[in-house]
């Protein structure tokens, strides 16, 4: 951890820009009484939302060829499975479309704020099928645990090779860029967020109550509330005789500071006191009676607060994780027809969660400010299985949304629709199924949108340490 | 300001905003520890700095300012002024002030100042802290890892009989089993109406009672909290975090009966038998694609799962559960699971289902969870197929055979022993053994013999657990610093009814609790269960699998459920809850102990973790408790310091983080 690096940094900030001091002096009344009322965003706000798709979503029917040739090619060995062109939702300026289930995104499409990033996945460096076939397991161009969750879900939140690592890419992009917040989930205490000192902020969803019942500050008005609570205060500061506790102590005494300030932002519900028009008025298509009606859309509408409540969440650079699982469709991915079953009903969360947060940015004028990225454990293979289902590949096909996207183009190189080709990692007839290896990284995905988020060279470098093995190709350009 | 977050010495005013605010006034240059010290004490009458431990040696923090920071022991240090990240080791430090002693580090800061005391109580002055009773302490200890919570009773019970006789005890009770909920005649419905659009199941509690697996979760936790054979349940509960179904994916409440009564007829069996039950059950086999799995293309979900969750993992490891060779050398490759794949094709539902539309895929039976999946030859692959261990199968062989050259070749395979080994103890005992405590428990099931535990069999469980129980790091009596575990909060749930002489029927600690806490029984989000064995604690070098699931929410949802039990008395039994009891304790047997504060706070400390608590907080407890007199509420002062002291017992690290 370059600790000078970041020190020096936040005093060279200190002596250019005081005036803008004022965003990190939080809520509390000596900051106002200092510097008087504040804009609610930074000029120069970003936030960057990462979307995991738990369980590896098939990229293949997410993204589908619209042109002719290749459709027939991918429909020729997707069968059942093959999403048909005239479902396609357009992907204007582009030869692609999206399955039918994401037709909410059609309006985001349109505006050219929909970028596809092709045939992403986890890469040490630069990898040809030779030299994949060629590399001994366990050896460093050859990532760790491939095909398994567990081992490429870590790849794909900590933008290493090693399925032991104990860190995130936006747990240490946060904390090389000194955002005033960890990573902010909403969708549980994923790696993603992890720095070596730090745990991701994990936030309950709207209409729950973070925080300690009889502990609030009301409650401490009644003098054996307040002699309970100067009990908890004096066990979570002792040093502890075991590093576990420590650490458990140490989150509780965060816990309480972190609600004491997001409580009220957290509780408040569509339609409820706190909430704000533009925001509901853009989930109100998945809300029903008062209730957010899928648990993505639960969780982005928490982001959209937060956002929305930059005054409260302070910083002018906040990353956060949401999630969404069931995408591992190894038997009946499809029902009935190619565009209904298990994988139509999650695209169609996804989506209508999506296209309800994308509004959300545009209604609350930050549009260009909030870009959402999805990503997964894998691509799924191209040749289907005889349960009417895909099993575990590599190389995925990702969606970018956000009015600083630029959209109407495609980005990475879409994988060659050939069985047992260059592109797929097997040869023998036995292990021809379509797993694509990876043309472009997660390194240089992350780095892209990292690139945006304000980050330089060398605090990609820093957040992104296999970055340099991509050499210049560090951004992509879909932001 | 994009200073980077940590935890922040408490200052009335707020610590950070202060001083940055102060110094950004005075110059806007380089914030010393005096200046920001000086700042601090302009502003208000601040505590005076002091000495205060933040690591111990290895471990890594960060100064958000420079302070004064020190490394070693007592009376031996080596001092800095530093900022930002600090690793407390004898390199970063630039000597070593104590060799071959633990050091420590500490920083030079502000505490906070404890509230005013309240006014003393007229009852006399609290008792000071018993000595710690070694034994009582074992005994309570063994009662944390091998039951669902310690209760007087039990540790008594313990003292008296020594560790590995109860255990041999407790492995010769009969079994506590699943029994409510429906039958299989929902997969027995040849009409076209749905069973539960039929009059005579109609309800609100039809797909409750029939489907879903709520009824499992009274029985868990009536049995959890009241029956004898506590540790069948504890190992019960710990395989089925391994070999993981879901509620979420599969339904039929009297499959996962079935399937849940035999992790519990099998708990001190031989995991080569779990195995074999696992893979034969008909709701795995929903759960991970293996029912019908067909040999012309067969899907790789079970095959996958099976050897990286169930068995053997991803990379190879040494006996000690270390990673062989240093890093991460897979233990299979994706033909090998292939092959796995294959050779576990043609397996059909048992006989006894029935829809209205017949049985499909043609040649298979209905879906019905009555009993083990039956072979479906023609579906099943018969090329000869290279396994693991040595193991293959020959041309033309069927689907029984290959089941048991499958586990043949998994319970053969060196990694079985540790990788189970390892999350056994994690389940029960600590969530970092060491290397050393793996490779001895990695023995005991390899030889099937621990002491006069087990048969002799590889996979012999009863050896296993008794290994993982009586080693020396689960019984010794020495704190060791990266020892202990988060308790789960299933754990938590059940241990402090337990302790508190409480009841429950499960149904608030299912919707209510299991959802707010992330671990509602039988229903983990995937079969990865509800957290991974590998997470990382941050700010520390250690894993600690319930972090995976606990978090700033979660944190004071933990406090909110002690709140729940003690201040708003639970919950009242339920209308649609059979037999239903609600959930509440019963602090009438420490309500008389309640005149003396120090001895109230000390048996419920005891109850907890086996001792008492540390000397600041327990004296800081002791305050809280006593300002309940006859004076501030005449009835209810007893009850009422009794319920403040079990709330702060239970929320404190000694007993949220078992050691």
């Keep these: ?479 | 300001m994009r200073a980077r977050n940590e935890v922040k010495p408490r200052h009335p005013l707020g610590g950070r905003q202060v001083r940055w605010a102060t110094a950004l006034m005075a110059s806007g240059a380089l914030i010393t520890a005096a200046g920001a010290a000086a700042a601090a004490t302009t502003v208000t009458a601040a505590p005076k700095p002091q000495w205060v431990k933040v690591t111990d040696e290895g471990g890594a923090f960060n100064l958000a300012d420079p302070k004064k920071v020190r490394f070693g022991v007592s009376g031996r240090w080596v001092q800095k002024s530093l900022a930002g990240t600090v690793a407390c080791t004898s390199t970063f430090f630039g000597r070593d002030p104590a060799k071959g002693v633990a050091k420590q580090c500490q920083v030079y800061k502000v505490v906070a100042a404890p509230a005013p005391a309240p006014a003393p109580a007229p009852s006399p002055a609290p008792s000071g802290p018993p000595a710690v009773d070694a034994a009582v302490r074992d005994a309570v200890r063994l009662a944390t890892q091998a039951s669902f919570g310690n209760t007087e009773a039990l540790a008594a019970e313990i003292r008296t009989q020594g560790a590995s006789k109860w255990i041999a005890s407790q492995m010769a009770l009969a079994t506590s089993r699943y029994t409510s909920g429906g039958n299989g005649t929902v997969h027995q419905n040849t009409s076209n109406t749905g069973f539960c659009d039929k009059p005579a199941n109609a309800g609100p509690n039809c797909w409750r009672d029939n489907f879903s697996t709520i009824p499992l979760v009274w029985d868990f936790y009536r049995n959890a909290i009241s029956k004898p054979d506590q540790l069948r349940q504890r190992v019960a509960f710990a395989l089925q975090q391994i070999v993981v179904v879901s509620g979420t994916e599969a339904d039929g409440t009297y499959g996962f009966r079935s399937y849940h009564n035999t992790l519990l007829d099998n708990a001190f069996g031989n995991y080569r038998q779990v195995l074999k039950k696992v893979a034969l059950s008909p709701v795995m086999g929903d759960f991970l694609n293996n029912v019908n799995n067909d040999k012309s293309a067969p899907n790789e979900n079970f095959a996958r799962e099976l050897l990286q969750l169930f068995a053997v993992g991803t990379c190879q490891l040494n006996t000690d559960g270390s990673l062989r060779g240093g890093a991460c050398a897979p233990t299979y490759d994706n033909d090998m699971v292939r092959s796995y794949a294959y050779a576990l094709t043609g397996w059909t539902y048992p006989a006894g289902g029935a829809t209205p539309w017949g049985c499909w895929p043609k040649g298979t039976n209905c879906r019905y969870y009555g009993g083990d999946m039956v072979p479906v030859e023609a579906r099943h692959d018969t090329v000869a197929r290279t396994l693991m261990s040595g193991v293959s199968l020959a041309d033309g062989h069927k689907a029984p055979a290959a089941l048991e050259a499958v586990l043949d070749s998994l319970i053969a395979h060196p990694n079985t022993a540790p990788f189970i080994g390892k999350q056994l103890i994690q389940q029960l005992v600590s969530s970092n053994p060491s290397a050393a405590y793996v490779a001895r428990v990695s023995a005991a099931f390899t030889s099937g013999k621990y002491a006069s535990f087990g048969t002799g069999q590889r996979g012999d469980l009863a050896a296993t657990v008794a290994a993982v129980l009586l080693d020396p790091e689960a019984r010794s009596s020495t704190v060791i610093v990266n020892g202990g575990k988060l308790r789960d909060p299933v754990l938590m749930f059940t241990s402090v009814l337990r302790g508190l002489n409480g009841q429950s029927d499960g149904d608030a600690l299912s919707w209510w609790w299991g959802e707010e806490l992330r671990e509602h029984v039988f229903r983990p989000p995937s079969v990865f269960s509800f957290y991974p064995p590998d997470y990382p604690v941050a700010g520390t070098a250690l894993v600690g699998p319930s972090f995976g699931i606990h978090n700033a929410n979660a944190a004071l949802q933990r406090l909110n459920y002690l709140t729940y039990l003690l201040d708003w008395g639970g919950s009242a039994a339920a209308a649609g809850v059979p037999n239903a009891i609600g959930t509440k304790v019963n602090l009438t047997a420490f309500t008389a102990d309640a005149a003396d504060a120090g001895k109230l706070v000390d048996r419920l400390s005891v109850i907890a973790t086996g001792q008492p608590l540390p000397t600041a907080t327990r004296a800081e407890i002791i305050k809280a408790v006593s300002w309940w007199t006859v004076s501030t509420d005449k009835t209810n002062w007893q009850i009422n310091r009794a319920k403040m002291a079990a709330y702060l017992v239970f929320a404190t690290p000694s007993y949220q983080v078992q050691r």
């Design chain 1, 1 to 479: 951890m370059n600790h000078t690096t970041s020190f020096d940094a936040r005093r060279r900030w200190l002596l250019q820009s005081g005036a803008s001091c004022a965003s990190a002096l939080g809520v509390g009344s000596l900051g106002n009484l200092l510097l008087g009322a504040r804009p609610a965003h930074a000029a120069d706000y970003k936030a960057l939302v990462c979307i995991f798709l738990y369980g590896g979503n098939d990229g293949l029917n997410t993204i589908v060829p619209s042109d002719a040739a290749r459709h027939a090619q991918y429909s020729g060995v997707r069968g059942a499975l093959a999403i048909p062109r005239d479902r396609l939702v357009a992907l204007p300026g582009t030869e692609f479309g999206l399955h039918p289930s994401l037709a909410a995104l059609s309006a985001a499409a349109a505006a050219g704020h929909i970028a596809p990033v092709f045939n992403v996945g986890p890469l040490y460096a630069p990898l040809t099928k030779a030299q994949y076939r060629a590399t001994p397991s366990g050896a460093a161009l050859k990532p760790d645990g491939l095909f398994s969750h567990s081992d490429q879900q870590v790849l794909w939140e900590t933008a290493t090779t090693h399925s032991q690592e104990r860190t995130g890419w936006g747990g240490r992009a946060s904390a090389v860029l000194g955002t005033v917040n960890p990573v902010i989930s909403v969708g549980g205490s994923a790696r993603f967020g992890l720095t070596t000192l730090q745990s991701p902020l994990v936030l309950p969803g709207p209409g729950s109550t973070f925080g300690a019942y009889g502990l609030q500050p009301d409650d401490l008005k009644w003098a054996p509330m307040a002699a309970r609570k100067a009990a908890i205060d004096l066990m979570y500061a002792q040093p502890q005789d075991a590093a576990l506790a420590d650490a458990y102590s140490r989150m509780q005494r965060d816990a309480f500071a972190m609600s004491q300030r997001l409580g009220a932002l957290v509780k408040v519900e569509p339609g409820k006191a706190g909430s704000i028009a533009a925001i509901d008025s853009a989930f109100a298509s998945i809300t029903v009676s008062g209730r957010i009606s899928s648990g993505l859309g639960r969780q982005l509408y928490q982001v959209a607060k937060l956002i929305a409540g930059n005054a409260t969440v302070q910083g002018d650079r906040q990353i956060f994780f949401a999630q969404a699982g069931g995408f591992d469709t190894h038997a009946g991915q499809i029902a009935g027809s190619a565009t209904e079953g298990e994988h139509a009903r999650r695209l169609q969360e996804v989506g209508d969660a999506l296209a309800a947060f994308y509004t959300a940015m545009k209604n609350l004028g930050l549009g260009q400010s909030v870009t959402a990225f999805t990503q997964s454990d894998f691509g799924r293979t191209f040749k289907p299985n005889s349960s009417n289902g895909t099993d575990h590949a590599w190389g995925n096909q990702h969606l970018v949304v956000g009015g600083a996207v630029r959209g109407g183009a495609t980005y990475g190189t879409y994988p060659q629709l050939v069985l047992g080709g260059d592109d797929d990692v097997g040869t023998e007839s036995w292990e021809q199924h379509g797993r694509w290896i990876p043309t472009t990284s997660v390194d240089q995905y992350a780095a892209t949108l990292l690139g945006w988020f304000g980050a330089s060279d060398a605090q990609l470098d820093a957040a992104l340490p296999n970055l340099r093995n991509f050499g210049t190709r560090r951004r992509l350009g879909f932001v």
